[in-house]
């Protein structure tokens, strides 16, 4: 493949930021051309080197480009400025990002500011007491291969690192004990202790996770309200000469992006003061995302694809080898590719890269059998990193020139492996764990990872040694439902009908089985409780897809088992899931695993387990560790090896390395480390486990309901499902919606499915319908709450539905003859002054249909099958109708979004929609021009025409003075902790 561009130089001129390949040392110089990204946020190549000019005193070092980040009309470059190598697959190196940088491309001032406090951090990192200075020109890349646990903030590479237990710097010895991790590493569970016990509690936390500084003095602080201020204060503060130094950092060691002082400069045209305030906001919420630790790359390897998947002979570029279901900045990188600068388009994949060497001692010379030496102390099992790994081999390599080689059944050789494992994350329906359950239209689900072990001799080499690939996946129950984020055991919320559900659950396993072939699922949650209710419509549906031709239509079955987990193993007893393990083995079996022997794929794995619980967290790792743990052990067992890693306590880098593996997955679904990660790292529950694993459900409580709105709203946008007015949606109701199925297309449904039960005269045809927003009340133009409902639009009536959403079924409808509608009114409709959109006159829109009753009773009709439809209520309802005649009656309507956040080119409309003041303008117009005609043709030329008054229904005025001081503390106070 192309070469791509390991090192670059950043630094800013007048007209743009200019990237320039930096050849390492010991390297000859680089052939790759130098680009330019100009204060627009165009891509180009450059033709004349600027290094030497005097514009150009400021550049900094970077190991790849991860995208451009374009929201409103400013622009920021992600460059990588840290990253720590985690493996090497065949000689190729794989990188940890662990530090991003964010240059603003506003002016040459403001990327050098950035810039330069890029480099100040360095420096500080670099000459911290006890670390030693980074080799930052040397392509030997010094970062150790093993990855410690993973961390919720980004931190300084493995080799630099003093171990909290040794007290010695480098690749610390692997501990399993929960209690070390608790007291002396002050891991996730001594920072949960702080979090409620410590003085600055919560507060400090939740200032970190939302992007903001530790320091009194926040960034955030200093936005104005509006776009008007910012402004001004930009141009008053233009005069003053600025230093490096000044730039506002997030604690002491992560640099500010940009001062909120600078973001008017980065902005042109048409200014969003939503998004402009939020924009120091999004910047850290970006930020501390890329340098979470949770992204990983390789210039020369494939880590979307499997092993047995590789291109190495091919002459395209990485990204386009590369599977778009894991290439997590495709779009923030598009504009790099666009513009045909492939060799630096760096793609990268969320989940989880680790390796971990180990070797089998020989306990009998006389016989075939091998297995680890019981009596083995760690250092034969040690966790090394790549060059303590390399010296070793190097001084072996001396002794060998002088010694003959000692068989390979000695006990002073054993046998060397290298057990790696890659977690790949997909993009689609990506998210936060109660922000995104379930499935989509498209049958995508929620915290879906494919999850890839490898087993290899650590040279890679396949002449004498084999190397083997064993694949699971996991995923959200593929039915729509949600849970609330509120509730400590939420229930479990379905939506659509048993068709809608269908569809999803079978398109969903029909793109599984055209990626894996078999599919066996392994659902573990409750037979009981909340659980209960999900778990049996996922069985039911199985059942449902295997009578109904299978996966294929062509029987093709899926396999599929309910284990209650927690149910079989009560009381901690988490060793009964080998009662799991004997059912899943026959499939395991006849599905296998890759092998590669002589450079040749021997063997393909014909099928994957697909695991679950209802988070996909918890206990799928417990059962996904033991999977691959009974792959493993078959793995070694083919080539006469014998491994014990469920009782030997040697092969504790086993449990451990899939421990890692759990706790980033959940951190980067749920924001903690993974609950039972005791067993999965010992083989044993404890109460101490118990304990903490209580501490950690609090903790994700806690990022349920603050942190993970504007986070979620972050990542929908980083990935392109969403255009930047999330954030103005956000701001207005401090939520982030999830988009599982395409709203337009739920809305059309909705009104042909109306239209088919509430217009019965076969002579009556539909001529138009919508959805809008309407008061939950009759009669009132302001309620408590709104809710969408359906108008239809017939030549002889205008048909008022109330859906429930839910089951996609019409509650009640109310016919309206035209004959009866006597006036329409629209203009302003403001039902809220909380939110800077809910008092823009432009968007807060609707209009009223003020009708008579048409002699015949009651005109509202509500579904039979529901629970108040007794006949005293009935009685209720008409004698209301009663009154209600008296004094005219009358609806009201609000308009709703014309489009939602989704880009245009993830609809299937390519062109823009109307705003909401058309949409109710070509409504009202529609409903006039329907009923004038249909009143001439039933009163002749004395009929009355109808004209559309304009008014406000609720104007701003109004809305301002029936807003209470409760509200607007309510909204204050959720504002002060969501926002």
Same mark, same amino acid.
Request: glycine residues 6%; contains cysteine; negative net charge.
């Given at each position: 493949?192309?070469?791509?561009?390991?090192?670059?130089?950043?630094?800013?001129?007048?007209?743009?930021?200019?990237?320039?390949?930096?050849?390492?040392?010991?390297?000859?110089?680089?052939?790759?051309?130098?680009?330019?990204?100009?204060?627009?946020?165009?891509?180009?190549?450059?033709?004349?080197?600027?290094?030497?000019?005097?514009?150009?005193?400021?550049?900094?070092?970077?190991?790849?480009?991860?995208?451009?980040?374009?929201?409103?009309?400013?622009?920021?470059?992600?460059?990588?400025?840290?990253?720590?190598?985690?493996?090497?697959?065949?000689?190729?190196?794989?990188?940890?990002?662990?530090?991003?940088?964010?240059?603003?491309?506003?002016?040459?001032?403001?990327?050098?500011?950035?810039?330069?406090?890029?480099?100040?951090?360095?420096?500080?990192?670099?000459?911290?007491?006890?670390?030693?200075?980074?080799?930052?020109?040397?392509?030997?890349?010094?970062?150790?291969?093993?990855?410690?646990?993973?961390? #919720? %903030?980004?931190?300084?590479? $493995? *080799?630099?690192?003093?171990?909290?237990? /040794?007290?010695? !710097?480098?690749? &610390?010895?692997?501990?399993?004990?929960?209690?070390?991790?608790?007291?002396?590493?002050?891991?996730?569970?001594?920072?949960?202790?702080?979090?409620?016990?410590?003085?600055?509690?919560?507060?400090?936390?939740?200032?970190?996770?939302?992007?903001?500084?530790?320091?009194?003095?926040?960034?955030?602080?200093?936005?104005?309200?509006?776009?008007?201020?910012?402004?001004?204060?930009? #141009? %008053?503060?233009?005069?003053? $000469? *600025?230093?490096?130094?000044?730039?506002? /950092?997030?604690? !002491?060691?992560? &640099?500010?992006?940009?001062?909120?002082?600078?973001?008017?400069?980065?902005?042109?045209?048409?200014?969003?003061?939503?998004?402009?305030?939020?924009?120091?906001?999004?910047?850290?919420?970006?930020?501390?995302?890329?340098?979470?630790?949770?992204?990983?790359?390789?210039?020369?390897?494939?880590?979307?694809?499997?092993?047995?998947?590789?291109?190495?002979?091919?002459?395209?570029?990485?990204?386009?080898?590369?599977?778009?279901?894991?290439?997590?900045?495709?779009?923030?990188?598009?504009?790099?590719?666009?513009?045909?600068?492939?060799?630096?388009?760096?793609?990268?994949?969320?989940?989880?890269?680790?390796?971990?060497?180990?070797?089998?001692?020989?306990?009998?010379?006389?016989?075939?059998?091998?297995?680890?030496?019981?009596?083995?102390?760690?250092?034969?099992?040690?966790?090394?990193?790549?060059?303590?790994?390399?010296?070793?081999?190097?001084?072996?390599?001396?002794?060998?020139?002088?010694?003959?080689?000692?068989?390979?059944?000695?006990?002073?050789?054993?046998?060397?492996?290298?057990?790696?494992?890659?977690?790949?994350?997909?993009?689609?329906?990506?998210?936060?764990?109660?922000?995104?359950?379930?499935?989509?239209?498209?049958?995508?689900?929620?915290?879906?990872?494919?999850?890839?072990?490898?087993?290899?001799?650590?040279?890679?080499?396949?002449?004498?040694?084999?190397?083997?690939?064993?694949?699971?996946?996991?995923?959200?129950?593929?039915?729509?439902?949600?849970?609330?984020?509120?509730?400590?055991?939420?229930?479990?919320?379905?939506?659509?009908?048993?068709?809608?559900?269908?569809?999803?659950?079978?398109?969903?396993?029909?793109?599984?089985?055209?990626?894996?072939?078999?599919?066996?699922?392994?659902?573990?949650?409750?037979?009981?409780?909340?659980?209960?209710?999900?778990?049996?419509?996922?069985?039911?549906?199985?059942?449902?897809?295997?009578?109904?031709?299978?996966?294929?239509?062509?029987?093709?079955?899926?396999?599929?088992?309910?284990?209650?987990?927690?149910?079989?193993?009560?009381?901690?007893?988490?060793?009964?899931?080998?009662?799991?393990?004997?059912?899943?083995?026959?499939?395991?079996?006849?599905?296998?695993?890759?092998?590669?022997?002589?450079?040749?794929?021997?063997?393909?794995?014909?099928?994957?387990?697909?695991?679950?619980?209802?988070?996909?967290?918890?206990?799928?790792?417990?059962?996904?560790?033991?999977?691959?743990?009974?792959?493993?052990?078959?793995?070694?067992?083919?080539?006469?090896?014998?491994?014990?890693?469920?009782?030997?306590?040697?092969?504790?880098?086993?449990?451990?390395?899939?421990?890692?593996?759990?706790?980033?997955?959940?951190?980067?679904?749920?924001?903690?480390?993974?609950?039972?990660?005791?067993?999965?790292?010992?083989?044993?529950?404890?109460?101490?486990?118990?304990?903490?694993?209580?501490?950690?459900?609090?903790?994700?409580?806690?990022?349920?309901?603050?942190?993970?709105?504007?986070?979620?709203?972050?990542?929908?946008?980083?990935?392109?499902?969403?255009?930047?007015?999330?954030?103005?949606?956000?701001?207005?109701?401090?939520?982030?919606?999830?988009?599982?199925?395409?709203?337009?297309?739920?809305?059309?449904?909705?009104?042909?499915?109306?239209?088919?039960?509430?217009?019965?005269?076969?002579?009556?045809?539909?001529?138009?319908?919508?959805?809008?927003?309407?008061?939950?009340?009759?009669?009132?133009?302001?309620?408590?709450?709104?809710?969408?409902?359906?108008?239809?639009?017939?030549?002889?009536?205008?048909?008022?539905?109330?859906?429930?959403?839910?089951?996609?079924?019409?509650?009640?409808?109310?016919?309206?003859?035209?004959?009866?509608?006597?006036?329409?009114?629209?203009?302003?409709?403001?039902?809220?002054?909380?939110?800077?959109?809910?008092?823009?006159?432009?968007?807060?829109?609707?209009?009223?249909?003020?009708?008579?009753?048409?002699?015949?009773?009651?005109?509202?009709?509500?579904?039979?099958?529901?629970?108040?439809?007794?006949?005293?209520?009935?009685?209720?309802?008409?004698?209301?109708?009663?009154?209600?005649?008296?004094?005219?009656?009358?609806?009201?309507?609000?308009?709703?979004?014309?489009?939602?956040?989704?880009?245009?080119?993830?609809?299937?409309?390519?062109?823009?929609?109307?705003?909401?003041?058309?949409?109710?303008?070509?409504?009202?117009?529609?409903?006039?021009?329907?009923?004038?005609?249909?009143?001439?043709?039933?009163?002749?030329?004395?009929?009355?025409?109808?004209?559309?008054?304009?008014?406000?229904?609720?104007?701003?005025?109004?809305?301002?003075?029936?807003?209470?001081?409760?509200?607007?503390?309510?909204?204050?106070?959720?504002?002060?902790?969501?926002?």
């Amino acid at each position: 493949m192309p070469p791509l561009v390991r090192k670059l130089l950043i630094f800013a001129t007048l007209d743009g930021l200019i990237l320039q390949p930096s050849t390492p040392r010991h390297h000859a110089p680089s052939t790759q051309q130098a680009i330019k990204v100009d204060y627009k946020g165009n891509v180009g190549p450059l033709l004349k080197d600027k290094r030497e000019e005097d514009n150009a005193a400021v550049s900094v070092e970077a190991h790849g480009v991860i995208g451009l980040l374009k929201v409103a009309t400013s622009y920021f470059l992600i460059s990588i400025y840290d990253r720590e190598q985690v493996a090497q697959v065949r000689g190729k190196p794989i990188y940890k990002i662990t530090g991003v940088a964010l240059i603003p491309l506003s002016s040459q001032a403001d990327a050098d500011k950035a810039i330069a406090a890029t480099r100040e951090h360095l420096k500080r990192r670099n000459n911290a007491p006890g670390l030693e200075d980074d080799d930052t020109d040397s392509e030997s890349d010094d970062a150790p291969s093993v990855t410690d646990s993973l961390v #919720e %903030e980004a931190s300084p590479p $493995a *080799s630099e690192v003093m171990d909290a237990v /040794t007290g010695q !710097k480098g690749s &610390p010895q692997e501990k399993t004990s929960v209690a070390e991790d608790v007291i002396q590493r002050r891991g996730v569970y001594g920072r949960f202790a702080n979090k409620w016990f410590s003085r600055k509690g919560w507060s400090a936390d939740n200032r970190r996770l939302q992007g903001l500084g530790s320091d009194e003095n926040l960034a955030a602080k200093n936005v104005p309200p509006n776009v008007d201020s910012i402004v001004a204060k930009e #141009e %008053e503060q233009a005069t003053s $000469a *600025s230093k490096p130094d000044a730039i506002p /950092t997030r604690g !002491k060691d992560v &640099p500010e992006i940009v001062s909120s002082e600078a973001i008017p400069k980065a902005l042109g045209g048409e200014k969003d003061a939503t998004t402009v305030a939020l924009l120091p906001k999004i910047l850290q919420t970006t930020k501390m995302y890329f340098s979470s630790g949770n992204f990983f790359f390789s210039y020369d390897y494939d880590i979307s694809h499997g092993i047995s998947q590789q291109q190495p002979n091919s002459n395209l570029p990485l990204f386009k080898q590369f599977d778009p279901l894991f290439f997590w900045n495709q779009h923030i990188i598009s504009p790099f590719i666009d513009a045909g600068q492939h060799s630096f388009v760096l793609p990268v994949i969320q989940g989880f890269v680790g390796q971990r060497p180990f070797t089998i001692k020989t306990a009998d010379t006389e016989s075939d059998s091998l297995v680890v030496d019981p009596t083995a102390t760690p250092d034969d099992i040690q966790l090394q990193s790549w060059h303590e790994k390399q010296k070793k081999d190097a001084e072996s390599n001396v002794e060998a020139n002088t010694e003959a080689p000692a068989p390979e059944t000695s006990l002073e050789h054993g046998k060397d492996f290298l057990l790696t494992l890659i977690s790949r994350r997909s993009t689609k329906r990506a998210g936060l764990r109660y922000l995104r359950r379930g499935t989509d239209d498209e049958g995508c689900t929620a915290n879906s990872v494919e999850t890839e072990q490898i087993l290899s001799s650590p040279t890679w080499t396949t002449t004498q040694d084999k190397i083997f690939s064993f694949t699971q996946i996991r995923g959200s129950i593929p039915l729509f439902f949600s849970q609330s984020p509120y509730s400590l055991k939420p229930q479990v919320t379905t939506w659509g009908s048993f068709e809608t559900n269908a569809r999803a659950f079978k398109r969903h396993f029909t793109d599984l089985s055209s990626r894996y072939g078999e599919i066996y699922c392994d659902s573990l949650i409750d037979k009981h409780g909340t659980e209960a209710k999900i778990g049996g419509l996922y069985e039911k549906h199985a059942k449902a897809l295997n009578e109904d031709g299978g996966i294929d239509g062509k029987g093709k079955q899926l396999g599929f088992e309910w284990f209650d987990f927690h149910n079989v193993c009560r009381g901690m007893r988490f060793e009964n899931v080998s009662k799991l393990m004997d059912s899943i083995e026959p499939f395991m079996k006849s599905t296998s695993w890759v092998e590669i022997a002589d450079d040749q794929i021997k063997q393909e794995q014909t099928g994957v387990l697909r695991t679950n619980c209802m988070d996909c967290l918890d206990r799928t790792n417990v059962v996904q560790s033991a999977c691959a743990r009974t792959a493993l052990e078959a793995q070694l067992s083919a080539g006469s090896y014998t491994i014990d890693l469920q009782n030997d306590p040697s092969t504790s880098w086993f449990n451990t390395l899939w421990a890692d593996n759990g706790d980033a997955i959940s951190r980067q679904y749920a924001g903690t480390a993974a609950l039972k990660g005791d067993f999965t790292r010992t083989r044993k529950r404890q109460i101490t486990g118990a304990l903490t694993d209580f501490g950690l459900t609090l903790t994700r409580y806690y990022n349920n309901i603050v942190n993970d709105y504007f986070a979620q709203a972050v990542i929908d946008y980083l990935l392109g499902r969403a255009t930047d007015t999330i954030f103005a949606e956000f701001e207005a109701d401090m939520k982030s919606s999830d988009y599982f199925i395409d709203v337009r297309k739920v809305r059309q449904q909705a009104i042909e499915r109306s239209a088919g039960i509430v217009i019965e005269d076969e002579d009556e045809d539909l001529i138009h319908g919508w959805t809008l927003s309407v008061p939950t009340a009759v009669n009132q133009v302001k309620t408590a709450t709104f809710e969408e409902a359906v108008l239809l639009l017939t030549e002889k009536a205008l048909y008022f539905c109330r859906l429930d959403w839910g089951t996609e079924k019409v509650r009640e409808f109310e016919r309206i003859p035209l004959e009866s509608v006597q006036g329409l009114m629209r203009g302003v409709y403001v039902t809220s002054t909380l939110a800077q959109r809910h008092m823009d006159t432009d968007k807060n829109v609707g209009f009223i249909v003020k009708y008579g009753a048409d002699g015949q009773g009651e005109l509202v009709r509500k579904n039979t099958r529901a629970l108040d439809s007794g006949a005293a209520k009935d009685e209720q309802r008409k004698q209301e109708a009663k009154e209600q005649d008296a004094a005219g009656r009358f609806l009201a309507f609000k308009a709703l979004p014309p489009g939602s956040n989704v880009p245009s080119s993830n609809r299937d409309a390519p062109d823009t929609p109307e705003n909401e003041v058309e949409v109710v303008k070509s409504v009202c117009d529609e409903i006039l021009r329907v009923t004038n005609k249909a009143k001439k043709a039933d009163e002749g030329d004395e009929a009355k025409t109808l004209e559309v008054e304009e008014t406000d229904i609720i104007s701003l005025a109004d809305a301002k003075r029936s807003t209470g001081y409760l509200e607007q503390a309510q909204y204050s106070l959720k504002k002060l902790v969501w926002g």
